[in-house]
């Protein structure tokens, strides 16, 4: 498993800046088209750059996410959460994902009501559409899942 790649990958990024248009380097990481809403291509290319591509589903879309892991009985308790683990949120409460980060702490009970996170494509103005990559402490009340990657052996 190569969760430390992968949460080594997403950490390098912090701080970084999209350009014009939605305009970011991990599309052409992900393989997803470029300037476009890039959350999903952002955790994509983390798990592509940490060599666990296959851990995860190949789409630039939060639902497909969501939809995997329900498919592939990936999706886990907010209580067995650990570092590596997607989160998927609900920000406009419309019943689907609209943003997805990778979780950069377990689950702790002694808070409980926030989680710890990497995302791309989020910033102060726009939580699902932001202008790059960022640390976040999240209400768990935004969670719509939690996904356990298909880590390899």
């Keep these: 498993m190569s969760l430390s790649k992968v949460l080594h990958a997403a950490i390098n990024e912090v701080g ?7 305009d970011n380097k991990f599309a052409k990481i992900a393989g997803h088209a470029n300037n ?22 190949n789409t630039a879309y939060c639902p497909h996410i969501e939809a995997w892991a329900r498919q592939h009985n990936r999706i886990i308790p907010l209580e067995q959460a650990q570092k590596g683990d997607l989160v998927l949120f609900d920000f406009t409460r419309k019943g689907r994902a609209d943003h997805v980060g990778i979780l950069i702490n377990n689950y702790d009970p002694l808070h409980p009501d926030i989680v ?3 995302e791309g494509n989020t910033g102060a103005q726009s939580q699902t559409n932001g202008d790059g990559v960022a640390r976040k402490t999240r209400a768990v009340s935004l969670i719509r899942v939690i996904v356990r990657p298909n880590w390899s052996k």
């Design 36 to 57: 476009l809403p890039w959350c999903a291509t952002f955790v994509r290319a983390c798990f592509v750059s940490g060599e666990e591509a296959k851990a995860i589903p």
């Design 16 to 22: 970084y800046k999209e350009g014009a248009n939605n």
């Design 116 to 118: 710890r996170t990497i």
